[in-house]
């Protein structure tokens, strides 16, 4: 999150910056690192000096050209007051009529007690330092700040024209996944930050939860579900160019990264689980076979992209399917143990696809209506018993809805707008 020094213009903001202050001098420093004119400290216990000194590594593993010398301070708070991870303060000035930036800039890390190493910690630190990258380097060759952004090289190529990016924080109807400077600092940690900050999970299919007696997932937040906060628009690496832009105002030229060919998702087939509710399966296809990528199926009601969930993570070396819904496995004493996820209404399926550089892509979004499916494998499963002993694991086409369209009244039992684990899944065993 991106705060500035040179507008300051509510008393709102001014009060902030004033609890801030006051926040810091109630507490107590636990540790310093100094190096290369730029100090760390943390007001956290779980942060020790070596591990400053770590975090500053992880640091330099961002990408960073001489804008890294302006940077002066990183505070690392053990809570959260205002509940952000992160907040970047630049040092800006005006000299005849050009920004410039001052050597004082600071990074606030916050919530130290709980993100506590460096993989928790090394996305929101490389988020923030993109701020700082963004906003040096665009002053230093296009003269360019907040207020004139839609003016930069960067909205061209971003093709952020005619979308509804905010370039002005104190708007009304302010959306913080449209700010210009929260885009600008997502779009750093996909293309140039470290290989911490884009690091995977690997997520489990509801086959292998079962099978293996683990539980869904503990990690709601990793890049390889969530990429970047604003999901309306491509990811950084889909946008032609906008890499070699990002290094070009850093001083730095290199050949323009191939853009992968997408693989294309299948349809849905499905079949009847031992608990009498639907069970998916979906594959797609490896158009590139000389290069391993990683695969993550995420799915998300049609009309809230925000609230995705995880399906599987596989690479290019599996097999490319993915089972999801509700899926049951038949015990030693006869018993059945389950997973039920339904989904009712429309959901869409989209595939994110890593390559070994850590670039993220992603695939066509696809949606289906998972009542039409449901019906369908229903049907399917009845016809099938009128004619064929019980033969539950009998997998059945299923029709892709062609035609979707919103349906708002629509109030799915499986992922929850909710966003909470608790709604994703639940174990039952019945006899």
Known sequence: MKFFKITITSILFILFLFNISVFADELKVYSTYTANNLT???????????????????????????????LSNIYIYPDSPEGVNGLYYDDIFLENGKYKLGNN?????YNGDENNTIRKISYTLSHEYGHHYMV????KTENIYYHNLQDSK?????????????????????LYHWDI???????????????????????????EILKENTTPYNNPNSFNLK???????????????????????????????????????NNVTGYMSLNNEPTYNITWNNPNKNEVFEYTLVIYPENNPFVAYPLKTVTSKEPLNVIFGSYSIKQKDGTIKSISQIYEGKYTLKLYIKDSNGFMYSS??????????????????????????NDTTKTNN??????????????????????????????????
């Not at 591990?51 to 961002?62: A, S």
């Not at 229903?378 to 009128?386: A, P």
């Not at 708002?408 to 065993?429: A, E, Q, R, T």
């Open 40 to 70: 760390i400290t943390s007001y956290s216990k779980n942060w020790s000096k070596s591990m400053l000194k770590d975090l500053y590594l992880e640091l330099l593993n961002n990408f960073h050209s001489d804008e890294f010398d302006y």
């Open 105 to 109: 800039a600071y990074i606030n890390l």
């Open 136 to 139: 040096y380097n665009l002053m």
């Open 154 to 174: 960067y909205v061209k190529i971003r093709n952020l024209n005619g979308t509804p990016v905010i370039y002005d924080a104190t708007k009304k109807d302010y």
């Open 181 to 207: 400077m929260e885009i600008m600092a997502d779009d750093y940690v996909q293309l140039l930050g470290s290989s911490n900050a884009k690091m995977s999970y690997d997520y489990k299919s509801v086959d």
């Open 227 to 265: 990429p970047q906060l604003n999901p309306y628009i491509p990811l950084a690496a889909d946008i032609s160019g906008l890499y070699n832009y990002l290094l070009n105002i850093g001083g730095f030229t290199v050949a323009s990264p191939k853009i992968p060919e997408k693989p294309k998702l």
């Open 364 to 389: 066509t979004p696809v949606t289906y209506n998972f009542t039409q499916l449901s019906n369908n494998i229903t049907s399917n499963n009845t016809k099938s018993s009128n004619t064929k002993s």
């Open 398 to 431: 299923v029709v892709n809805d062609n035609k979707p369209s919103a349906t708002p009244d629509s109030k799915p039992i499986g992922p929850s707008s909710s966003g909470s684990l608790n709604d994703l899944f639940y174990l039952v065993s019945k006899s």
